[in-house]
T-cell receptor
Framework: AQSVTQLGSHVSVSEGALVLLRCNYS??????LFWYVQYPNQGLQLLLK??????LVKGINGFEAEFKKSETSFHLTKPSAHMSDAAEYFC?????????????FGTGTRLLVSP | DTAVSQTPKYLVTQMGNDKSIKCEQN?????MYWYKQDSKKFLKIMFS???????INETVPNRFSPKSPDKAHLNLHINSLELGDSAVYFC??????????????FGQGTRLTVV
């Protein structure tokens, strides 16, 4: 079975600082990987996804993630944090079974942004 | 126009009661899901339906019964509610695709509190 591990349940940065949220995956086949964001009291919104087309994936709101097979990682970064980036971030891997997929989520990382 | 909508947004009920959560998507997707997010923000799939047919059932207690009257709707009925059922329940949908890289669209969630 596939899984993802997110290191750090909380990450705190100052506004304008680099954001780095870590995600490592475990998969016996080439994975499809996703980052979702959850703002307070809202549903999940897709930030970006890796589908093997390119190892550096650009998403919405200035986020990007790099797929590194050698490190089994898919870390999420943003050069300069904004107050509005404060949210819960989830890494997920797509598990495909008999043609249908389900998302297996990591435990999430809460990003705190201070002025 | 909301893509995936759930009702109600909040639900407070007593132990032993039966309750339902409704979900509708207007994206024309074939596949719908129920995910449960516990108090530690961990997200786990419960069910998946494709064109009204149950595809995934992740060892959820029999007290939980999903019903899909048509491919745009997936309701969740819960019998004999227990304290441990308190969580946020998310409905999601995606287009039927074998590749596994399909984005899932999430509703805003239903916060269920059992007292």
């Amino acid at each position: 079975a596939q899984s993802v591990t997110q290191l750090g349940s909380h990450v705190s940065v100052s506004e304008g600082a680099l954001v780095l949220l870590r995600c490592n995956y475990s998969s016996s086949v080439p994975p499809y990987l996703f980052w979702y964001v959850q703002y307070p009291n809202q549903g999940l919104q897709l930030l970006l996804k890796y589908t093997s087309a390119a190892t550096l994936v650009k998403g919405i709101n200035g986020f990007e993630a790099e797929f590194k097979k050698s490190e089994t990682s898919f870390h999420l970064t943003k050069p300069s944090a904004h107050m509005s980036d404060a949210a819960e971030y989830f890494c997920a891997v797509s598990e495909v079974n008999t043609g249908f997929q389900k998302l297996v989520f990591g435990t999430g990382t809460r990003l705190l942004v201070s002025p | 126009d909301t893509a995936v909508s759930q009702t109600p947004k909040y639900l407070v009920t007593q132990m032993g009661n039966d309750k339902s959560i409704k979900c509708e998507q207007n994206l024309g997707h074939d596949t719908m899901y129920w995910y449960k997010q516990d108090s530690k923000k961990f997200l786990k799939i419960m069910f998946s339906y494709n064109n009204k047919e149950l595809i995934i059932n992740e060892t959820v207690p029999n007290r939980f019964s999903p019903k899909s009257p048509d491919k745009a709707h997936l309701n969740l009925h819960i019998n004999s509610l227990e304290l441990g059922d308190s969580a946020v329940y998310f409905c999601a949908s995606s287009s039927h695709f074998h590749g596994g890289d399909t984005e899932a669209f999430f509703g805003q969630g239903t916060r269920l509190t059992v007292v």
